[in-house]
């Protein structure tokens, strides 16, 4: 039972435009989310998060949208570069369960120079 | 950021053989670290759940007997692939989180099993 959904496999962006990669979760319960980056044959590395309690956290060019009342979240890259082509991974963490992170089917996104 | 150490990044064994995976945190304390396993194309599914000093908590359909979970310190957890079958070849990621706050996984570099 997948609880946190990237409905979008890959994504193709022009360098300079803006990146918008999407994320649902069906666990209402979830409290606070992340955006994790990966390369192939490494691990993931941490880019952004967002707390419930917020609707929007902005670091440079990333930018995270939370949704709750939709369970939607998105992540902004604007402008977008050549060395962001990765696989992108939305996390999600309920506290009341510990400090498992459940993650989504992942991004996989292209920028072309 | 923190600083996870995954080890070895890539084992070639044979079928029947085992194989341990070491996760270390270089510069904090994991109270809790978490296994992985990635299919091709496929998402991050959590595999099991160690606290240290405890005995680990597997995610549903993870073969305990199979994945033997190690957290005996702070800073080290080990997986042991046991009886190694081709279809256990994959890419096994730690992550830790600790006394730096809940808020963040860290994750090791991942290991690239493959059963011949």
């Known amino acids: 039972d997948q609880q946190v959904k990237q409905n979008s496999p890959s994504l193709s962006v022009q360098e300079g435009r803006i990146s918008i990669l999407n994320c649902d979760y069906t666990n209402s319960m979830f409290d606070y989310f992340l955006w994790y980056k990966k390369y192939p044959a490494e691990g993931p590395t941490f880019l952004i998060s967002i707390s419930s309690i917020k609707d929007k956290n902005e670091d440079g060019r990333f930018t995270v949208f939370l949704n709750k009342s939709a369970k939607h979240l998105s992540l902004h890259i604007v402008p977008s570069q050549p060395g962001d082509s990765a696989v992108y991974f939305c996390?999600?963490?309920?506290?009341?369960?510990?400090?498992?992170?459940?993650f989504g089917t992942g991004t996989s996104l292209t920028v072309i120079p | 950021g923190a600083v996870v150490s995954q080890h070895p990044s890539r084992v070639i064994c044979k079928s029947g053989t085992s194989v341990k995976i070491e996760c270390r945190s270089l510069d904090f304390q994991a109270t809790t670290m978490f296994w992985y396993r990635q299919f091709p194309k496929q998402s991050l599914m959590l595999m099991a759940t160690?606290?240290?000093?405890?005995?680990?908590?597997?995610e549903q359909g993870v073969e305990k007997d199979k994945f033997l979970i190690n957290h005996a310190s702070l800073t080290l957890s080990t997986l042991t692939v046991t009886s190694a079958h081709p279809e256990d070849s994959s890419f096994y990621i730690c992550?830790?989180?600790?006394?730096?706050?809940?808020?963040?996984?860290?994750f090791g570099q991942g290991t690239r099993l493959t059963v011949v």
């Open positions: 160690s606290n240290e000093g405890s005995k680990a908590t597997y």
């Open positions: 992550s830790a989180s600790g006394p730096l706050g809940n808020t963040e996984a860290f």
């Open positions: 996390a999600a963490r309920a506290s009341n369960t510990g400090n498992q992170f459940y």
